[in-house]
């Protein structure tokens, strides 16, 4: 579960972010997160994911209050939090299976497990035949599949994607979106900020829509940018 | 579901595997570390044994090293050998021992050999004086311990080689400096080179260490290969060193004993076991150090 009560952000630089954020999303979900570049989207998924901190109101992610966690625990919120990039963020000298069995090392599965979990993992996100490739290798959208599972593999409560179709063609994104319904249908709740305005439209999920860090548009149903929002 | 762990072994292995890795990634930079800290250890280390060999040189000249005060001819033998209580209570004094005038004289006769008759005509009007030998305990206060023993009333004169134990106590005090300089210095030479390697080894696989952190790795499993490969480097160059050492530490006093007789030096054998483990704590010391603060000042959280 997460919720965002009346949530302000404003960077080191003066850059109002958020304001006044307030949203619930329950387990098991699927949330769009849409609107104008630099409307604060990003930002949500950072407070989500402990990078940044509110600067008023509260974030809480599962069990944890993000404003007040201590350094130390936010290793075990992360672990509740799967996170997919725009770019990848593939290790490019490791092989594809290297690069989704590294994370569940990092929290200290042990060995047996990992193997029989990569595998399931990587043959759910359809990449599996890829298993000993290169990152360099592969096209984006596989990439992107490799990413998917790697967020997927410590079998976290929520995926969280920020824009995840933005470097792939249009048929690549919807099979993306298409794995990440698929995933969110197998029950883990599932975060997408996006740009596509045709995807999420195509999609009848819930759509959180934020201008100027403001929540326009929180409900099921198309998105259309405001006159506000283009400018 | 969250039980599950990797067992501490599996975690070891992994650390020790991936701090391998990064030390034989960047060889030529971990090689050059080595050597400079290699260097450095061995640098300190023959100080620390030149130090040892001079402690010991002084530790023996210390029973061989003596005052010899003489005593007053007016006082009868009596009166000159009440005098040792007087000698004893001196500060340092370790111990003294009297000697007659006769054992003197037959000591000197004994030394001349061939040439005693010259002198053996003197015996029945013995010039010489009875005499204290006395032992210090720490030739450091040579000079107050003489003057000290000159003021008793009785001692009409000493003798003895104030000079030596000032030379070599000076040496000693020399020696001593350059050795803290030296640990200091080198030591902070050191710790920069292995900063520098594991700094370069995180800038390296700063995309990794980001990803790690995003899918909640704990900072104390991200920074454990970093310490490892610092451990590895420092601790290879004290094996390095010890065994460098012992080459040449046996080559240079087998030079020292075949060209002098006058210099001892202790053997390797005494000493290398506490040489072993001051190298190895340096290493680990230096390796930890050296990486600890790395880590903690380039990887925030
Ligand atoms: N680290 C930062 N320091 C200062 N300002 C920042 C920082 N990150 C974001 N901002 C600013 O905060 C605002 C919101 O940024 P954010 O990244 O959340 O936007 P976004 O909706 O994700 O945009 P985009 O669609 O372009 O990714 C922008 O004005 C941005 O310039
Ligand atoms: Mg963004």
Known sequence: MIRFVNVGKTYLNGT??????????????????????????????????????PESGSVYVDKFNVGKIPDRKVPYLRRSVGVVFQDFRLIQNKTVYENVAFVMRAVGEPPRFIKKRVRYVLELVGIKHKADNMPSQLSGGEQQRVAIARALV???????????????????????????????????TVIVVTHEVGIVNRFRKRVLAIENGVIVQDGEGGYYESEEGRK | MKKRRASPFTEFKYFLSEGVLSVLTHGLMSFAAITVIAACLLITATFMLVSYNIDVQIGKLQN?????????????RDDGLALESKILAVDNVQSAEFVTKEEFFDAFVAQLGDDADVVESMRDDNPLRDSFRVYMKDIDKHAETLKALEAIDGIA?????????????????????????????????????????????????????????????TNAFIRAPFVVEGLILGVTASVFVFSAQWIIYNYVTKRIAAGSNVLETVPFEAFRYPLALWLLVAGVALGLLGSVFTIRRYMKV
């Open chain 2, 157 to 217: 004169d000493s003798n003895s080689d104030v000079e030596l134990s000032e030379r070599l106590v000076q040496l000693r005090s020399v020696v001593r400096t350059v050795c803290y300089s030296l640990i200091i210095l080198l030591g902070a030479v050191s710790l920069f080179i292995i900063s520098n390697t594991v700094k370069l080894a995180l800038f390296a696989r700063r995309e990794e260490i980001q990803i790690m952190k995003m899918v909640g790795a």
């Open chain 1, 154 to 188: 410590n079998n976290p409560g929520t995926i969280v994607a920020d824009e995840p179709t933005g470097n792939l063609d249009p048929a690549r994104s919807l099979e993306i979106m298409a794995l990440l319904n698929e995933i969110n249908k197998r029950g883990t």
């Open chain 1, 16 to 53: 109002k972010a958020l304001k006044d954020v307030t949203f619930d999303i329950e387990d098991g979900e699927f949330v769009f997160i849409v609107g104008p570049s630099g409307a604060g989207k990003s930002t949500i998924i950072k407070l989500i994911t402990a990078q940044e901190k």
């Open chain 2, 64 to 76: 061989r090293d003596q005052i010899v005060v003489y005593i007053d001819e007016e006082l009868s």
